[in-house]
């Protein structure tokens, strides 16, 4: 049974999950061929091979095709080594000075697509589309359970991003409580609104626009940058230049608009690092009210817009970066975007 405990010491929570140990060892750094471990036949992310997962939560699939059998495009599960789960009774419990939920909440996997060895600089435009619109659904529904305050949507490629199965997928940590990052970051979004009047993201893009050096890509709705303070080298990230506040408010004319600029964005990341590894990490702001955001919940549409965050895991972390929670990054994001803007014109 997993718990979610609240640390005093550094004011943060910790999933204490025994059911994740139960992984396939798939992903450890002393198998440095992941891939070798789950062939298309025995992988129970790929098509034909339904019955090895659990039930299905929803999918988007050809038309006169049944869950759970083949004919999908996209689909999602809970995960097998769910961390939490909503069956579990939600409560919020003391021990003496410590506090904890009992491990309810939601873990689910978004099996991206059919495509086992697919990558996202060859995904088709469809592939993008299909991806981001069942994950709006997944969370727009799962915004409905009030007992659910927050969503963590993320996505691992590749061994040093801490993937375990390499079929192209996506997870999502539905949670009770709000990790105290993402409280502190809302607040800094809303006295940076009550100070200045503006939104403090459509400032970050203003000066980007300005400085003309970090911005790599644009489409209708987006604009990708390597960010000034790049904590990863060729960090990215993509922002929405005006209105949308929530991924769940996305229109299809967004999407469409996103999937456009990460197609293009994966094709020049491929062409200047090669193969590598990535995490993928999609911000969804505090899904309903409880008293860790009241200062500023009602104001969310007005201080924040969408962000999509993409790091490359070029480098392992080290003693300092977990020890000082600060990154050293050997490359600087002006040259990282200089070759990312290069690697067009040598088309
Ligand atoms: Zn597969």
Redesign the pocket.
């Known amino acids: 049974m997993s718990e979610i405990r609240y640390n005093f010491l550094y004011d943060r929570y910790v999933i204490i999950s025994p059911e994740r140990l139960h992984r396939p060892p798939i992903g450890r750094l002393d198998t440095p061929d992941i891939s070798q471990h789950?062939p298309?036949s025995t992988?129970p992310?790929?098509e034909g091979n339904e019955s090895k997962t659990t039930p299905e939560i929803t999918s988007i699939r050809e038309a006169e095709t049944k869950p759970n059998q083949k004919g999908w495009k996209t689909r999602v599960i809970p995960n097998l080594y769910r961390a939490l789960s909503i069956e579990t009774p939600h409560l919020a419990q003391t021990h003496g000075i410590f506090k904890y939920h009992q491990g309810f909440g939601a873990h689910e996997v978004i099996i991206d697509t059919t495509d086992?060895d697919s990558t996202l600089d060859k995904w088709p435009h469809e592939t993008f589309v299909n991806w981001l619109t069942i994950m709006r659904e997944r969370v727009t529904n799962l915004r409905k359970d009030f007992r659910l305050k927050s969503i963590v949507l993320f996505k691992n490629h590749g061994i040093k991003a801490g993937a375990t199965q390499?079929?192209p997928h996506t997870q999502l940590i539905a949670l009770p409580v709000i990790p105290t990052q993402q409280l502190e970051l809302y607040r800094r979004y809303l006295h940076y609104y009550q100070t200045n009047k503006r939104v403090m993201i459509e400032d970050m893009i203003v000066q980007e626009y300005s400085d003309n050096m970090r911005i790599i890509l644009e489409s209708h709705s987006f604009v990708a940058f390597c960010p000034f303070a790049s904590e990863y080298p060729f960090e990215l990230l993509i922002c929405a230049k005006e209105g949308l506040s929530r991924f769940e408010y996305i229109s299809e004319q967004q999407i469409d608009s996103l999937s456009e600029l990460l197609s293009m964005l994966f094709k020049r990341l491929e062409k200047v690092l090669g193969k590598f590894d990535y995490n993928i990490s999609i911000e969804i702001p505090p899904l309903n009210k409880d008293h860790s955001c009241e200062e500023f919940y009602d104001a969310i549409d007005s201080i924040t817009r969408f962000t999509m965050r993409i790091t490359p895991r070029v480098y392992m972390l080290a003693g300092f970066e977990t020890t000082a929670n600060m990154m050293i990054n050997p490359v600087s994001p002006e040259r990282a975007a200089s070759k990312l803007r290069e690697s067009h014109s040598a088309r």
């Open positions: 789950s298309r992988c992310f790929c086992h390499t079929h």
